[in-house]
């Protein structure tokens, strides 16, 4: 998955999600085209309800459910802005929380709140802790009966990109995760 | 000569006025950079994951096109950077705001399932996780659809600008960029990757391609410049639609050129929720925007500010109420599923915008993280790990 956010000079804005889900997809080259193409069916084998272990069977047309979220927050009266989004399958939405957490009520900075390490909690409420998380807090919450998971994720693979707009100030950050780098004028 | 004199009066009068009005527009704008810091842009910005998009997104809006036309061109730029994460055989959701109109719009071109698929593809999930390889799994890409839906709603440019510099990208000695380079000697992902078709384009032989080899991608470039040149419709409805279904097809795949043809990027209204002194606009299911509201609404509610993370017990007590409202979110993902495909399931995704549940998830927070799965609502559920 990949994230673009985009601020014009009208102050009009965009934020675009797109997905290949797993690296690489379905690993399925049409090589005439130069296509690679997405393994999106895989995401409903994750769609059932809490009270049933039941996968209700693909609907033709259906959109699997995805986590993908390209959002953009308008305060209008300060005329500011975030448009803001990330990649990361299942921590995309971990991360974009925590990085709206750090830059509109923490005090971080746009870069700094893309950075700052993440936790994750997983489908069985185990929390999962990116690398360089602070020790002291991990310390902390295990001492509240958070309960690690046990399993470590090989790789997190977690990018945000976001623009914030503060009157006339406007400020850009891509994940330097993913060696990103965002562009301005 | 009383003429001539009055002519030059006026002229030094001129330049006067010119030079101070010069010297008040420094001031103001050197007053504005230093008020916004050494970081700050003044009129636009782009936020790829790669700085060369970014500087092809920043490029459009500098050639007067839209945002929309920016992040289009982006992404067609992203699809080869970085093509482990995104391309034409994915699919796309655009959040969009109109700051003449105030108006948020969504434009949802996330893939569907096709008419025909293995009728017992749930049974291979299992197996099949993490990773996800074969054909069985490929859904109808709705990428460049969507690409054209946003430009026919919010483009200013001509659509085959978007695709110019990433074909001369391509055209001029493209390299296979670091992060790329990285994914391909990953040591999960490459026996599978040399076991695919993907072979062909990231391998030398038996040796995967390094960082900075040469990476031309001839049959990508011109798909590019026939898409450029005929719009989306050259693979909806046209000739590249026919040679991709015929070339996935060898390698099991059902999907149809009518699966092709039959496509739509939908067009929704954003979900909208107030959060402090702004309104979130996140993309309704089957995105995941209703549980990223849930989880800032139930977090707004504690009033986190940076002196609360000053002191490290405070930092603790923080995480400590995001790692509980996380879990009571996970046990929402369900109500994701696209309501255009269940339609008993309508709207049930507006409730977790709902401040009333909200309240009832803060009063469930305590100081302990060791409550049932049950208490989350929790039990049940296997991994999420939606993309």
């Known amino acids: ?185 | 000569m009383a003429w001539g004199s009055r002519a030059t009066i006026c002229l030094v009068l001129l330049g006067v006025v010119l030079g101070l009005v010069i010297i008040v527009l420094a001031a103001v704008l050197s007053h504005r950079q230093a008020s916004c810091g050494p970081s700050a842009f003044t009129r636009a910005a782009v936020a790829a994951d790669s700085e060369i998009c970014s500087d092809i997104g920043r490029a459009i809006l500098q050639q007067r096109g839209s945002p929309v036309d920016a992040t289009i061109a982006a992404l067609i730029c992203t699809g080869v950077v970085n093509p482990q994460s995104m391309g034409l055989g994915g699919g796309v959701v655009f959040t969009i705001y109109n700051a003449s109109t105030g108006k948020v719009e969504v434009i949802n071109a996330r893939e569907t399932v096709p008419a025909s698929y293995d009728q017992r593809l749930l049974d291979q999930c299992k197996n099949a996780l993490p990773l996800g390889t074969g054909a069985q799994w490929i859904g109808v890409p709705g990428e460049l659809r969507g690409y054209a839906e946003a430009h026919r709603r919010h483009g200013r440019l001509p659509w085959a600008q978007l695709f110019q510099p990433t074909i001369a990208l391509l055209r001029e000695g493209f390299r296979v960029p670091f992060i790329l380079s990285q994914f391909l000697n990953n040591s999960i992902l490459r026996p599978f990757l040399y076991s695919s078709t993907l072979r062909q384009l990231f391998f030398n032989g038996t040796e995967t391609l390094r960082a900075q080899d040469p990476f031309p991608w001839p049959a990508l470039a011109n798909t590019l410049e026939t898409v450029a040149k005929e719009g989306a419709e050259a693979l909806y409805t046209g000739m590249l639609g026919h040679m991709l279904v015929k070339d996935i097809a060898q390698q099991g795949s059902q999907l149809t050129v009518q699966d092709l043809a039959t496509f739509q990027a939908e067009v929704v209204e954003p979900l909208e929720m107030p959060l402090g002194n702004y309104t979130l606009y996140s993309p309704p299911p089957p995105a995941g925007g209703a549980i990223l509201s849930f989880i800032l609404n139930v977090l707004k509610g504690f009033n986190f500010s940076a002196e609360t993370v000053a002191r490290p017990e405070g930092k603790v007590n923080v995480y400590h109420h995001l790692v509980e409202t996380l879990k009571f979110a996970v046990g929402q993902r369900w109500r994701l599923w696209d309501p255009s495909s269940h339609p008993g399931i309508q709207n049930i995704s507006l409730d977790l915008l709902r401040e009333d549940l909200a309240q009832r998830i803060r009063q469930q927070i305590d100081s302990r993280g060791d409550h049932q799965l049950s208490h989350y609502n929790l039990s049940g559920i296997r991994g999420n790990g939606m993309g």
Request: charge should be positive; aromatic fraction near 6%.
């Open chain 1, 1 to 185: 998955t990949a994230h673009v956010s985009v601020l014009g000079e009208d102050g009009s804005a965009v934020a675009a999600t797109s997905t290949i889900n797993t690296p690489f997809g379905a690993m399925v080259y049409s090589p005439r085209t130069g296509i690679l193409l997405n393994n999106e069916l895989l995401d409903l084998c994750r769609r059932h309800k809490p009270t049933s272990t039941l996968t209700p069977p693909p609907v033709p047309g259906e959109r699997p459910p995805s986590s993908m979220v390209p959002s953009i927050l308008v305060n209008k009266g300060r005329g500011s802005k975030l448009v803001i989004g990330g990649a990361g399958g299942e921590l995309i939405i971990s991360a974009v929380a925590q990085t709206i957490m750090n830059k509109l009520w923490l005090g971080f900075d746009l870069t700094e709140a893309i950075a700052a390490p993440i936790l994750h909690v997983n489908g069985k409420g185990h929390v999962e802790y990116e690398p360089k998380f602070n020790q002291e807090v991990q310390k902390g919450l295990q001492d509240r009966g958070q309960s690690q998971s046990r399993s470590q994720r090989p790789i997190f693979l977690n990018a945000v990109q976001a623009v914030f707009q503060d009157g006339p100030c406007i400020y850009a950050a891509s994940d330097l995760r993913k060696a990103g780098k965002a562009s301005g004028y």
